[in-house]
């Protein structure tokens, strides 16, 4: 319990600082060529956030549900 509760304030500040990040990208104002560098910043971004949130699942947010024993058949 404590680790899912761990793992989804990890994913609630990544989100937040994900839009944050990309808010602080497109507040200025922007031509042709800054258009494609602040798409590309801001996929690269994305991708950042989700590789963090999908390792905060994989790693804390499963590693706690392996306390139960296997079936038995």
């Known amino acids: 319990m404590f ?7 990890l994913i609630i ?5 994900t839009t944050l990040a990309i808010i602080g990208i497109w507040f200025e104002q922007y031509k042709v060529w800054e258009l ?5 910043y801001s ?7 989700s590789a963090m949130i999908l390792f905060i699942f994989s ?5 706690g549900d ?4 296997p079936p038995s058949n």
């Open 59 to 63: 790693v804390v947010y499963k590693s």
């Open 66 to 69: 392996n306390n139960n024993p």
């Open 13 to 17: 500040l990544t989100l937040f600082f």
């Open 36 to 40: 494609v560098v602040k798409s590309l």
């Open 3 to 9: 680790r899912k509760g761990i793992s989804i304030l």
């Open 43 to 49: 996929i690269f971004i994305i991708f950042l956030s």
